[in-house]
């Protein structure tokens, strides 16, 4: 055995962070390098447990930017810590030296070749978007973690990330073919050339780390747990395979501590064509262990458990999922199998169910092999773990013991021992995962404000792991070790240890690349450099100029770091701005992280009204999706509003926000003149001049108010003896597109209701949107005096501008009294949902009609976000084609400015792309900004839906 290099037990100095200065760096790099406290903030936290500061952050555009990085670092004695998505669960993307994010610019596939079944891509090149690409193409990436739509292939190689199909598949290092490392001394080398070498034409550290190998091959090869899913230390097994040092092994699952990787070359596989599925509801946890043991010999690509405290909890809080779910089942068990030749998969499927059955399993199986069967069964998988992230109070359900895996030999006593550790310290926890692979995620609820519980983390990691150990298992299956394991490492590892040590002393003699993970053997490292530790605090000095539906505090700390609100593909359709910047300051999150530290302390509180912050939360557009989609429904948006209304409060909006904002007075004032302003506005030198002067783009098309608003031409009879409706017009119903009120006015009163159409004035949403709070709550109290008791005797008040259904269900409430308001937030309904309650109503006819539809991200996150669809979808001889996109990049007024105009473009190029593909006659959306940008970007003549139903009316009952 090699004794330990002592150059690795000097640890590198903390550098002050407060006078670091990296303009040298900076310099000499394409890339981008941050050392100011609201960046290095921003990338203090990622998906686990713990926070640490980093000194600066770096994004680099090349290996070279690497290189260089690297080489600083040294010459500066900083730490380098290498990062994706920000999705782990460890905390092995954090650091106190330089952190090196690849997702900004490093973020490209190089090259797909599909006849060789490989793809090359750089460290910060998202899975999701390589799913979207092959879709059609017959090939796939078998590991698929679960937050693979988001995770970036740096850092799944990083933890060797496998996912629910690993059992058949196996883990990302499986599948590596290829790869070039910046290693610790500025060093690049390639994989496959160092595995092409002879041994004498290695350099020196590699040559003895051969020796290394084979002097204690024997050892080495004995000491891993006997289980296939192991991502706990460095696996050196197969180091040196025909006397040549193969790399690829030892790379994965390393989390940047041996080299950064800046090009990875992949294999993929052909793609499976049929699936099946198998729902067996268990009345046995034990039971389901001895069913996976008797079901794994047939070949399943994958099983999923959920047992029965993350059944419970879920279904106590989603009323739908509870009715999903018999209420006497214990766990649920999802077997899926997957081949080329449908009947094989429908064979096994049977034979599974009838093992269940005939062996006294359970009489609850069920087979899925449509489609729709089996997403309806996934649907309680998937909904099951996000739903316990918004559970409400102190105690969240945490990453600390959620990764052990042991063999499928020792399953039972490992879920007996799950239970026995757990519940004898009184600790409520949930427990899914790949039982398959002997890999159970376990999650208690602990409070980490709490001491107690704080004292739990290592009590209860102690106990877990050394029963994990007795069962010949492993800490980390496919996760990594991080912060959170690197504790356990030695234990697990007794005579491999020092080996382990001295590979990091070959590869990184200074203990440069994330020295705090793998190597560091410190017992209470997972309770350190927590985010919310006994010793965190908040405060805020200010009275909250919104109305929050719960603490404000709370409702900054649910962001739990997942990093989901990063997705690029259409999966989502959160962060347009972040998708198309990649910038962090863009991300739903980065807002969360910087409010944070500064409640707590960690910035100063004049930090707020400084542009650097403003700057921050001006990246978000209040579409509302990251809120919809986020796993913990953090209301990104609310927190961005709430500190855009405390600096405009003190510094005022500039002169484009107030323009933009204020529509309704633009249309009273200026409606007559209109016809001659637009003339006169669309000369290229009248233009240049709007720009330089309001910050409007030239090159937007002139928005004119008709010269003949709603309310001078429409005339609703409100006779009816039907349900009473009052119409909120809006802004650009009301003055620019005066046509769709009268459409709605004609369907409503067709359907038989009696319509009204009050004195109005703006939503206030586009004045809240811009920190204009005060004047947004005057138009709320302007409306609701109008109004008087219209509201109280109406049945229902419709909209038809998607933004204006959003401010009245939603942001009326956190401007005003929630209880004034609330009436108006029960009875708002969209248009498209009030016509579908009276369908049986509706009479139409015409010609045969495609329609190309587009979503707005408003009307997404209401209630029947699908009405139009489905309304337009019921006229005859109408075909509607939904459009997957994303965001149409206009996002209220947003778009408008000469600032954003390209982007914005680059946001909707997407949506404009397939409408001009789509061969419809009309597009179609309910959002004024959303129709803005199809009919500037698209010959495609552009209607609201109400418009398509009032143009096929018939006429005898119109």
């Not at 006997?226 to 395979?241: E, I, K």
């Not at 040590?501 to 993970?517: F, H, M, Q, S, Y």
């Amino acid at each position: 055995m090699h004794s330990t290099p002592t150059n690795l037990k000097t640890a590198i100095t903390r550098h002050d962070q407060s006078t670091l200065d990296l303009t040298a760096l900076q310099q000499t790099l394409a890339g981008d390098v941050y050392s100011d406290a609201l960046h290095r903030a921003m990338l203090a936290t990622d998906g686990s447990i713990f926070s640490v500061q980093p000194a600066g952050v770096v994004y680099p555009r090349s290996t070279e930017d690497v290189r260089r990085t690297v080489r600083f670092a040294a010459r500066h004695n900083l730490t380098l810590h290498p990062r994706g998505a920000g999705s782990g669960l460890c905390g092995s993307a954090l650091g106190r030296g330089l952190v090196i994010d690849f997702t900004k610019y490093m973020n490209r596939l190089v090259r797909l070749d599909a006849a060789a079944r490989t793809f090359t891509c750089q460290p910060g090149y998202r899975f999701g978007e390589l799913e979207s690409l092959l879709k059609g193409e017959g090939l796939f990436f078998p590991p698929d973690p679960s937050s693979g739509e988001y995770a970036t292939f740096g850092g799944m190689l990083g933890t060797n990330a496998s996912g629910a199909h690993s059992v058949k598949y196996g883990n990302t290092g499986d599948y590596l073919e290829d790869a070039e490392v910046v290693m610790a001394d500025g060093a690049v080398i390639r994989l496959s050339e160092i595995m092409g070498c002879s041994r004498a034409a290695l350099p020196e550290n590699f040559q003895r780390l051969a020796a290394l190998y084979e002097e204690n091959a024997a050892q080495i090869e004995a000491a891993y747990p006997d289980t296939p899913y192991n991502s706990a230390g460095y696996n050196l097994r197969d180091l040196v395979r025909d006397g040549r040092l193969d790399l690829r092994r030892l790379l994965a699952g390393a989390e940047g501590t041996l080299g950064i990787v800046t090009e990875i070359t992949f294999r993929l596989k052909d793609r499976p064509t049929y699936d099946s599925l198998v729902v067996a509801y268990m009345n046995d946890i034990v039971a389901s262990a001895r069913a996976v043991q008797r079901i794994l010999p047939m070949n399943p690509s994958g099983i999923e458990v959920m047992d029965r405290s993350l059944l419970k909890l879920a279904c106590e809080n989603n009323p739908v999922l509870g009715k999903a779910i018999p209420t006497d089942v214990d766990n649920v068990l999802l077997i899926e199998f997957d081949g080329f030749q449908k009947e094989d998969c429908s064979r096994q499927a049977e034979k599974v169910r009838d093992l269940l059955r005939s062996e006294g399993f359970t009489e609850q199986a069920y087979t899925a092999v449509t489609a729709e069967e089996k997403a309806r069964f996934w649907t309680v998988r998937k909904a099951a773990v996000p739903i316990l992230y918004k559970m409400k109070g102190r105690r969240k359900i945490l990453a600390l013991v959620e990764d052990a895996a042991v063999p499928i030999r020792n399953l039972v006593p490992f879920f007996e021992g799950i239970y026995r550790v757990l519940e004898r310290r009184g600790v409520t926890f949930v427990i899914y995962g790949h039982i398959a692979k002997g890999l159970l995620h376990t999650r208690p609820l602990l409070d980490l404000k709490d001491p107690r519980d704080v004292d739990l983390l290592r009590t209860i990691a102690d106990d877990y792991y050394a029963m994990v150990r007795d069962l010949d298992g492993t800490v980390s299956g496919e996760h990594g070790d991080g912060r959170l394991r690197s504790a356990y490492i030695k234990r697990r590892y007794p005579h491999i240890y020092d080996l382990f040590i001295e590979t990091k002393a070959l590869l990184d003699p200074t203990g440069r690349l994330n020295p705090e993970i793998i190597t560091r053997h410190q017992p209470d490292q997972m309770a350190c450099d927590l985010r919310y530790g006994s010793s965190y605090h908040s405060r805020d000095p200010e009275k909250e100029r919104l109305h929050w539906e719960e603490d404000y505090f709370d409702a900054i700390e649910k962001c739990h770091g997942c990093s989901q609100c990063t997705t690029v593909t259409t999966a989502s359709r959160m962060c347009p701005v972040y998708k198309f910047t990649r910038d962090e300051a863009a991300s739903p999150k980065a807002k969360a992280n910087v409010l944070r530290t500064l409640i707590s302390g960690g910035i100063e509180e004049k930090v707020l009204y400084t542009e650097a912050f403003q700057e921050v939360m001006r990246h978000c557009v209040n579409c509302g999706s990251c809120r919809h989609e986020c796993p913990s429904n953090v209301n990104i948006p609310q927190m961005a509003i709430e500190a855009r209304t405390r600096y405009a409060e003190r510094f005022g909006a500039p002169l484009t926000d107030h323009l933009l904002a204020n529509v309704e007075l633009a249309g009273r004032l200026t409606h007559p003149v209109s016809p001659l302003m637009k003339p006169l506005m669309e000369l290229a030198p009248m233009r240049a001049l709007m720009e330089k002067t309001t910050g409007i783009s030239a090159r937007r098309r002139f928005v004119a108010f008709d010269p003949r608003p709603l309310a001078s031409r429409a005339h609703p009879q409100g006779r009816s003896s039907g349900p009473r409706v009052l119409y909120f017009a809006g802004c650009y119903a009301g003055y620019i597109r005066p046509e769709i009120g009268q459409a709605t006015i004609r369907v409503l009163e067709h359907l038989g209701l009696a319509v009204e159409l009050p004195a109005q004035h703006c939503c206030g949403l586009p004045l809240l949107s811009k920190g204009m709070a005060r004047a947004a709550r005057a138009k709320i109290h302007a409306n609701l005096r109008q109004w008087g008791e219209q509201v109280a005797e109406a049945d229902a008040i419709v909209v038809t501008c998607s933004s204006c259904g959003y401010a009245l269900q939603t942001e009326w409430a956190t401007m005003v009294d929630p209880a004034a308001v609330a009436a108006v937030q029960a009875k708002t309904v969209h248009i498209s949902r009030l016509v579908n309650r009276f369908q049986d109503r509706l009479h139409t006819t015409g010609p045969a009609l495609r329609l190309a539809y587009h979503a707005p991200c408003h009307l997404r996150i209401q209630p029947d976000p699908n009405a139009s669809v489905d309304l337009l979808a019921g006229l005859n001889d109408v075909h509607v084609q939904p459009l997957q996109t994303h965001c149409c990049g206009m996002a209220g007024s947003w778009g408008m400015t000469a600032a954003h105009y390209d982007l914005s473009r680059a946001i909707g190029n997407d949506l404009i792309g397939q409408l001009n593909r789509s061969g419809a006659d009309f597009g179609v959306t309910d959002c004024p900004t959303c129709r803005l940008q199809m009919e500037e970007f698209t010959d495609l003549p552009i209607r609201h839906p109400v418009e398509i139903v009032a143009a096929r009316l018939k006429k005898s009952h119109a």
